[in-house]
């Protein structure tokens, strides 16, 4: 007995000869699927190989291919208090603010690798994090964290 199943991901039907354990997608879109997961592991893989530096070169690593600048921008909100109070902005305000501005640079940084490794790169040197204050509205003050450098190759 031959059984049909259509895939739910592109629709296509599928004959099976056995009715047992049959998958709900079909064969072109399961080689599709086990790529994606493929390239995605790779990217995890090379995330986690990626070195970033603020020096323009690498000690024992050399550079075999520069690949361009990456830069990103990355703009939070922090709120304000009204009346500042001393003892409370040396305490819980102060850390809330290094809490964000290193999550904003994490996140400026982990960007910057993402663009290296879209460019190829395995690597970014002259690393430089930036940071502004754009301004206060209402309650809160926004800033930018930033971060540039140069996506390269090394060997
Ligand atoms: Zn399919």
Redesign the pocket.
């Known amino acids: 007995m031959n059984w049909v199943v259509s ?1 739910t ?2 629709g ?1 039907s599928s004959v099976y000869e056995s009715g047992q354990g049959l998958p709900d ?2 064969p ?2 399961y080689e599709k699927g086990k790529k994606e997961v493929k390239k995605f592991l790779e990217k995890e893989q090379k995330r986690k190989e990626i070195i970033s530096v603020g020096t323009p070169e690498l000690v024992h690593r050399k550079i075999i291919k520069t690949l361009g600048m990456v830069s990103h921008e990355h703009v939070f909100g922090v709120g304000l208090v009204k009346e500042l109070d001393l003892a409370k902005f040396n305490g819980g305000i102060a850390i809330s603010w290094t809490e964000k501005i290193r999550t904003g640079r994490e996140l400026a940084v982990k960007s910057i690798e993402d663009e290296a490794i879209e460019m190829g790169g395995n690597a970014v040197v002259g690393v430089e994090i930036i940071y502004k204050v754009l301004g206060a509205h209402n309650d809160m003050v926004m800033l930018l964290v930033g971060a540039k450098g140069t996506a390269v190759v090394i060997d």
Do not use: E, F, K
Request: contains cysteine; neutral net charge.
């Open positions: 895939c991901l592109c296509s997608i079909c072109v879109c």
